[in-house]
């Protein structure tokens, strides 16, 4: 019997290795056997309450108690949405108003945010809940009217009008790019993750769903030590962590401060990274530096699952050449379409297009979002098949390498973070006193600035804009302006605000 | 003083630094904001910080910082 459940690669693993490690912070150790039981509770007292086929937002801090919300809610028939305390209240206002949940789970540490949020939902602390008898016979019933079709999580993405825009990605699409993750990569039993990412996107799917399908380990790794790097390695080596999935920034950041000659991550064999430009001088210090690991550059939407292609690094690179997205992973194509829908010439540029089981069920509550990406493959007319536009160019190289080439729209990405422009100028917006506002990436120093004009200070719309905006989307600097520049046709002068943003001190 | 006063005013301007003593412990700083005050310190001090220094001890206020700049520019 083929899967058709995410929740049978929890079962087997614990039935197999009830007492290993499946998640921990370092502090707590939770056996795959206890995530198992926890989750069972969880779905049982969820489905008791009446709760199916919705989501469940869990607010909890980065904890391996997480993995037993998540797994609970699936558990119940419902959908997790992963809320997290670093959050800005008001954008997770948004997500509650797009959502409706009727259910949040919370830990102790964030009931002070839960409480100041508004909503027609109830509050389930964890360590409430997480010993609930559970009934095999209920979560059975549930389990036979379940199809693989059916949502299991939501996960926020940046919107272009300010508004964060829900995927929804069901049990088929997951388990696709699980088993097909893991092919390509070669993770094992023996994996030790090392988690980088925060768990409300979909990159800690990288780390979850192999851990509970192989019977590996995952160490969430607490986030202070990304300051610290030496302090990072000295964690690395100490859980022998051998598989890290990071963003470049993370990397870099070990290998540009002097870490790597001085505390070498000694267990290292397999380096995921992605999202973004890898400089290649601290590429080649990792390379130097773990001889035996193996380097992969990941590239893929949220709106297809997560990762859809993968460049495994086994060749030098030209200099200034960037490194290659690859191909993509087995049971998904890649299409370059022109402007007209056409495929792209060869050896030409197009959008790139995903096709595939990866292809998730679109934005939640919102069909006219959904309906502007999420097409009918428009080199087929005969039959329903939607495909992805992802708005990143591509093109294929010389060896035949699917290569990342810029951006169709303002979109960009930031410490490994997909951000719209659009949005932080939405809230820049808001702010009263602001009359324009113009957002511009500075790529060479990795830095938002933003343009605006009216009668206030930076210092003030800084603040302002904290409760709005995730730190990572925070301007390194606000500029105000007198008048912002034109364009000819009296439109905003993006081009011009780049240049002016590269001049400009911090 | 001054001079890193200013540096990590322009990362956070709406931080009083002179008071503020647990810029790590309370997360106002960040690991971006970390490397950015490793770059901009290296660039207008000629003081290049070692991986080793680099603990939540020395980053915890602009006293402390300053501290290590000195110490470090003594050597």
Request: overall charge negative; proline content about 5%.
């Amino acid at each position: 019997m083929y899967l058709t459940n995410i929740l049978e690669y929890l079962e087997k693993t614990a039935r197999e290795l009830p007492d290993k490690t499946a998640f921990s912070d370092g502090d707590e150790f939770k056996s795959f056997n206890v995530l198992l039981n926890e989750s069972k509770s969880i779905g049982t007292f969820l489905a008791s309450e009446g709760y199916y086929k919705e989501p469940v937002v869990i607010f909890m801090n980065k904890h391996p108690d997480c993995l037993s919300a998540f797994f609970g809610v699936i558990y119940s028939g419902c959908f997790y949405v992963a809320i997290d305390s670093e959050m800005p209240q008001k954008r997770i206002e948004l997500i509650f108003e797009k959502l409706s949940p009727g259910a949040v789970i919370y830990d102790s540490k964030n009931a002070d945010r839960v409480n100041l949020l508004s909503g027609n939902f109830h509050k389930y602390l964890f360590d409430d809940i997480r010993e609930s008898v559970s009934d095999d016979k209920l979560l059975g019933e549930i389990r036979k009217k379940q199809i693989d079709t059916d949502p299991i999580y939501i996960v926020f993405t940046s919107g272009s009008t300010g508004v964060p825009k829900g995927v929804a990605a069901c049990h088929r699409s997951v388990i696709d790019y699980t088993e097909t993750l893991c092919e390509a990569v070669g993770f094992d039993r023996e994996t030790v993750f090392g988690n980088q990412t925060p768990l409300y996107f979909d990159a800690p799917l990288k780390e979850i769903m192999p851990t509970i399908k192989l019977g590996a380990t995952t160490f969430f790794i607490p986030k202070q030590l990304f300051m610290f790097p030496i302090k990072l390695c000295d964690y690395l080596n100490k859980y022998r962590i051998n598989t890290v999935c990071w963003v470049v920034s993370a990397l870099t950041m070990i290998s540009s401060l002097g870490a790597l000659e001085k505390n070498p991550p000694v267990y290292l064999r397999l380096i995921c990274f992605g999202s973004e430009v890898f400089p290649i001088k601290q590429y080649e210090l990792w390379r130097k530096t773990c001889v035996n690991a193996r380097f992969f550059n990941l590239y893929g939407p949220t709106e297809a699952t997560g990762m859809s292609c993968y460049w495994e690094a086994c060749r030098e690179l030209e200099p200034g050449e960037p490194i290659p997205i690859g191909k993509p992973f087995r049971n998904t194509e890649i299409m370059l379409l022109d402007e007209n829908g056409r495929e792209a010439e060869p050896g030409g540029e197009g959008e790139i297009c995903i096709r595939g089981t990866c292809v998730t069920l679109g934005y939640y509550n919102d069909s006219e979002k959904t309906s502007e990406v999420f097409v009918q493959n428009p080199l087929n007319r005969a039959y329903s098949e939607l495909i992805y536009r992802t708005g990143d160019i591509g093109k294929i190289n010389k060896h035949g390498e699917l290569v990342f080439v810029s951006r169709k729209d303002s979109q960009i990405k930031h410490m490994g973070h997909r951000i719209e422009l659009g949005e932080i100028e939405s809230s820049i917006l808001t702010c009263e006193g602001v009359r324009q506002a113009c957002c511009v990436y500075d790529a060479e120093k990795k830095r938002i600035i933003s343009f605006y004009t009216g009668n206030l200070t930076p210092e003030v719309l800084t603040k302002y804009l904290r409760d709005f905006l995730p730190r990572y989307m925070l301007p390194a600097k606000c500029v105000n302006l007198e008048i912002l520049p034109l364009t000819a046709n009296g439109k905003l002068d993006r081009r011009k605000m780049s240049e002016d943003a590269r001049n400009i001190e911090v | 003083m001054d001079k890193l006063i200013e540096i990590l005013k322009e990362i956070h301007p709406d931080v009083d630094f002179e008071t503020e003593n647990a810029l790590v412990d309370d997360g106002i700083l960040d690991s971006l904001d970390i490397v950015t005050l490793i770059t901009e310190i290296n660039d207008r001090f000629d003081v290049s910080i070692p991986a080793e220094e680099i603990i939540p001890e020395n980053f915890n206020s602009a006293a402390a910082l300053y501290d290590l700049i000195t110490r470090l520019d003594e050597d």
